[in-house]
């Protein structure tokens, strides 16, 4: 098994089934704490701040936090392992791009919608660079990816943030008809960007501590 960042806090010499159980332990612990920061911070931003979550909120804050620490993370490593590089600049280039689109408030300033601007510019260069690397260490890259329990995460947060918050915050669909159209807009938002929030934390999880499938060639017949 790869080493994880709770696989490195584990005791030597503690037996095979003690150990997945730390692991286990370690992993529920770490998502229980870091599943509350949604309702906290959001909590923060209505019941303190008196923001209703906008654009200059503290969960907004956090999620491009949580973002730039994914992009950052993702360059740093794709600098040292050059055979997955290609495959961890794309992901980065794909959530520098969300980065980018969640920064658009400041971006207005300079003209409604220019985010789109540099979000396509980092998009075209990120794909350029990936095609002049290859497509087989793109896939040699994504293919250990995807063996590994990071994967689940990332994929999980992903669904959270692209698809889980837009179908259960949406008003139109559910909280129009049971809040009304008014109160529905006010609850929605704080909603959505707390759900947002979660899926970026798991999206962080995966990448940034679970990352021991670029530590080394995982066996073949191994399916995480």
Known sequence: MNPTSCEEQCPAGVAEPLKT???AACDILSLLLLTLIPTLTVALDLRW???GVGEISITELLQEGVLLAIVVGLYWKGRRLP???AFLWLLAGFFGCLLIRELDVFFDKIRHGFWLYPALLLAMTTLLYSWRQGWQTLLHGAARFAQHRSALFTL???LLVAVFSRMFGS?????NEILGVQMAFEFKTPLQEG???LGYIYVAYGILTQGGY???EPPASVHR
């Open 83 to 85: 055979e997955v590089r």
């Open 195 to 197: 759900i947002e929030l």
């Open 171 to 175: 008003g139109s669909l559910l909280w």
């Open 49 to 51: 701040l008196h923001n």
């Open 156 to 158: 999980f947060g992903l």
């Open 214 to 216: 670029l530590r080394q």
């Open 21 to 23: 159980l730390l692991l």
